[in-house]
């Protein structure tokens, strides 16, 4: 496995939820975990864990922040997390709190990837049909620290991080997937028996 020394995490758990009816995403749970939990679990070998959005009951241990102002998007979310990293930080996960799939493993994946190639930007997910998960990537701390924007709120993040000329990790079967619809919720309920 790869070493995770000077690895950290950032974990976007805001958001409205507005496709899935303005529900609490990240405290969805699913066989008894929420999703924040099952992606700080995916991200428990990081030596720090960030959440942006607002507390909520976590079974493990984590610094909260928020973006300002709250709601202003992702890119705003992103800042917030970075200014909240320890300065040991070098690579940094940045994921979404509602892909209840993720694992370890994956974040091995990402790391070696990374490591492999030193002047990456950094490595992100890609699903079966080679589409950029954004929000499934590990980036090195200086560069993406660079690349978001004086004034973050409201930018798109694939402009932001694209910028960085991610490696593309191919994603294993569900991996990528996320919840973002009532359609996916049922999936993912029925799946999760």
């Not at 560069?143 to 930018?155: D, E, I, S, T, W």
């Amino acid at each position: 496995m790869a070493s995770t020394s000077g690895f950290a995490g950032i974990v976007l758990a805001g958001g409205a939820g507005s496709r899935l009816g303005g529900r609490d995403k990240p405290a969805i749970r699913l066989a008894g975990r929420s999703l924040l939990d099952r992606t700080l679990e995916a991200a428990s070998e990081a030596e720090s864990l960030v959440v942006v959005g607002p507390r909520r009951p976590t079974t493990r241990p984590v610094r909260w922040t928020r973006e300002q102002p709250e709601g202003s998007g992702p890119v705003a979310a992103l800042s917030a997390g970075l200014a909240a990293l320890p300065s040991v930080a070098s690579l940094v996960a940045v994921l979404a709190a509602d892909h209840p799939w993720l694992s370890r493993d994956t974040l091995r994946r990402l790391l070696e990837a990374c490591r492999a190639v030193p002047d990456s930007g950094g490595a992100m997910l890609v699903d079966p049909g080679d589409r950029p998960q954004w929000l499934v990537g590990v980036w090195w701390v200086e560069p993406l620290r660079g690349a978001v924007p004086a004034r973050p709120q409201n930018v798109a993040l694939r402009d932001v991080l694209n910028r960085l000329r991610p490696l593309r990790v191919p994603a294993a079967p569900g991996e990528a997937s996320d919840v973002d619809t009532p359609q996916d919720l049922r999936r993912a309920l029925r799946e999760m028996r």
